[in-house]
């Protein structure tokens, strides 16, 4: 294939179609929100144009920062979890035949196609005490009376990591199947055990698409806000829910915009970060 | 005692078997060839030796110890992978250190051995190289080197030079064999290559369809082949059908031939390789002589190829370019198998399947 960039308007044309819809609507709305995000508020009204940075001074406040940190804790430990737990699947399934690997990923792909409002009502279901999984295990024997477990950190993280593993493992699954499965066998020959084969031999070679998907789940993750509502108590809200409260029911744009801003801002600079990672391994 | 043995090996996936029954003795210091056509079975054997696939059946014994259920890592075995199997993100060093790194030793010593090995296998100063800036050569030598690492009893190699050019391939073939002379390692290499497993071996196992039909030495192989099959994969021959009428007489399509070492009586099937094959001008008289006509004649250079049609069977012979036949395509002429040369293997129907 003849690899050379497009001239002209003519094979510039395809992209100018996707061109077009990205300055449309995303960067326009950006702008404009950059702009809201300088202007000052009405109280009882709406805002009007100015420049000020009261907003941004905000965030130096220990509320904002308490909400901050937690929002990037919650997603760094989701992400974690995730890979963590997609990671080994993802290098199982890729082991197995075909036809099964084909029915698993239509399995996750159908997961992902669920909207966050059923995920998140089917988890505080499940969590519940009056139709949760608690009435399963005290008709085992294994608890005294059942127990309600949602609202809380656990029943959220649940189901963050519930809908970000397919996700993860579908960000993964191209670079495990490319993987040579001699690698491993090599190892073992070589004086390691199946389990000290994994971890010296797969997971360092794949270090790169590790580090990469992270940062992708993490991204992923810090832009939840539905199900911290849903399944997580008023403590638990992160940065994303904040910026609704305030849009929507505190009506202050402004502020809103400032900490939409940040957010974009933090999410671009990480996804720089795991294209920089994925680039490094393209030429290793 | 024999260093490796295999009783009965057997591989099973399912309905289908990949190895039947494979028995074999290799004794100690010896450099043994699996040589066969794809699907046969040679490379599944091999990986049951390393540990990597589980026996259906049979026993796997190295020097008396049996090793059929131990798994890879315990068996100390030193293996080259077809696609090598190099660990993308160590260098050169780095992966021949490898085994040493996993038994806790210091990395002055990895250091060392690595170095050491380099320079058994010409490669010497690449060590911290990362194993992408190698060239084919050079990673086939790294992947040697990394096998050979803690001196193991047994160095194992699935088709090891596929990837390499021809040229290459040929000087490794010798390099690889004065390498496994000067350590006197007992080696197994899979490879589909006869000429790869003449240069290299001192005992060829020809495998088809997950059974052993011949282990000998090289020459062995070629000139008393076993059956059918080990004399038409190794090399060209000529197969000729004939029932014994007398002792000592087979008839074969377009005449009777005169042999020794024919059974009593029966079907049986001669092999004949075609540099044996005497062509004489028609006309002239001799035993074990059969007529036929020229169908097609090349001119190889070092040698002169014809093929002549015998009772409507295909006869190829190969003779010196001076000692050609007057005859053209076309023309009559006379072949002889010296009774030396025609090797009485079984007949087609008792051949294993």
Not at chain 1, 231 to 250: C, E, F
Not at chain 2, 13 to 24: C, E, I
Request: hydrophobic share 50%.
């Amino acid at each position: 294939m003849i690899r050379r960039a497009p001239r002209g308007l003519a094979e510039h044309a395809p992209i100018l179609f996707p061109a077009l819809m990205l300055v449309v609507f995303f960067v326009i709305p950006f702008s404009l929100m950059i702009a809201v995000s300088v202007f000052r508020r009405v109280p009882g009204g709406f805002y009007e144009p100015d420049l000020v940075f009261a907003n941004y001074e905000r965030f130096l406040t220990a509320f904002f920062g308490g909400v901050m940190s937690f929002s990037l804790g919650l997603a760094a430990l989701v992400a974690a979890l995730s890979v963590g737990i997609a990671f080994p699947f993802t290098y199982r399934l890729v082991k197995l035949s075909r036809g099964a690997q084909i029915r698993w990923l239509v399995f996750l792909l159908s997961i992902l196609s669920l909207s966050e409002v059923i995920i998140g009502f089917a988890w505080s279901t499940l969590l519940s005490r009056t139709a949760g999984i608690t009435n399963l295990f005290v008709a085992l024997g294994l608890m005294a009376e059942p127990q309600s477990l949602s609202p809380s950190f656990g029943a959220l993280l649940a189901g963050l990591v519930y809908q970000a593993f397919p996700y993860t493992v579908l960000v993964l699954y191209p670079a495990l199947a490319r993987l040579d499965p001699y690698l491993e066998e090599a190892a073992r020959t070589l004086g390691s055990s199946p389990l000290r084969a994994f971890f010296t031999v797969v997971v360092p070679a794949l270090r790169n698409t590790i580090v990469a998907t992270t940062i992708m789940v993490f991204v992923f993750a810090l832009g939840s806000y539905l199900l911290p509502q849903l399944l997580g108590r008023p403590q638990h809200w992160t940065l994303s829910v904040l910026i609704t409260d305030q849009a929507i029911y505190q009506s202050n744009m402004p502020f809103a915009a400032a900490m939409a801003v940040f957010l974009v801002l933090v999410s671009l600079a990480l996804v720089g970060l795991a294209l920089l990672a994925g680039r490094r391994e393209e030429t290793a | 005692m024999s260093a490796l043995v295999l009783d009965g090996l057997t591989k099973r996936y399912g309905p289908v078997t990949a190895v039947h029954g494979a028995s074999l003795r290799i004794p100690h210091g010896q450099f043994v060839c699996l040589l066969g056509p794809s699907g046969c079975g040679k490379t599944t054997l091999l990986r049951m030796i390393a540990g990597l696939e589980d026996p259906s059946g049979g026993r796997l014994v190295i020097d008396g110890r049996d090793i059929t259920t131990a798994p890879a890592h315990t068996r100390e075995f030193g293996m080259v992978f077809q696609s090598l199997a190099l660990f993308p993100h160590l260098t050169a060093g780095e992966n021949i250190a490898y085994p040493l790194r996993i038994r806790g030793a210091a990395k002055a010593e990895q250091r060392k051995r690595a170095d050491e090995l380099l320079e058994l296998v010409r490669l010497p100063g690449v060590a911290d190289r990362p194993v992408s800036k190698l060239s084919g050569g050079q990673r086939q030598r790294v992947a040697i080197a990394r096998a050979l690492a803690l001196s193991p009893k047994l160095f194992l190699l699935d088709e090891p030079l596929s990837a390499l050019d021809a040229k290459l391939r040929e000087a490794m073939q010798i390099e690889l064999k004065q390498l496994q002379q000067r350590l006197g390692i007992t080696t197994i290499v899979v490879t589909h290559d006869q000429r790869e497993a003449m240069t290299m071996a001192d005992l060829v196992v020809v495998m088809s369809q997950g059974r052993i039909h011949q282990a000998a030495p090289p020459m062995e192989v070629y000139r008393q082949p076993a059956d059918a099959f080990v004399a038409d994969f190794i090399g060209m021959t000529n197969l000729l059908e004939g029932e014994v009428t007398a002792p000592g007489t087979a008839a074969v399509p377009g005449g009777t031939l005169h042999l020794p070492d024919l059974p009593p009586t029966g079907r049986v099937l001669l092999s004949v390789r075609p540099e044996d094959v005497i062509v004489h001008p028609v006309g002239t008289d001799g035993p074990n002589r059969l007529s036929g006509t020229l169908s097609f004649m090349r001119d190889l250079g070092a040698s002169v190829e014809f093929r002549i049609d015998v009772a409507g069977r295909e006869i190829v012979a190969l003779t010196r370019p001076q000692d050609r036949p007057p005859v053209s395509p076309g023309g009559a002429l006379s072949v002889e198998f010296p009774p030396a040369a025609c090797v009485v293997l079984p007949p087609m129907a008792e051949r294993p399947q």
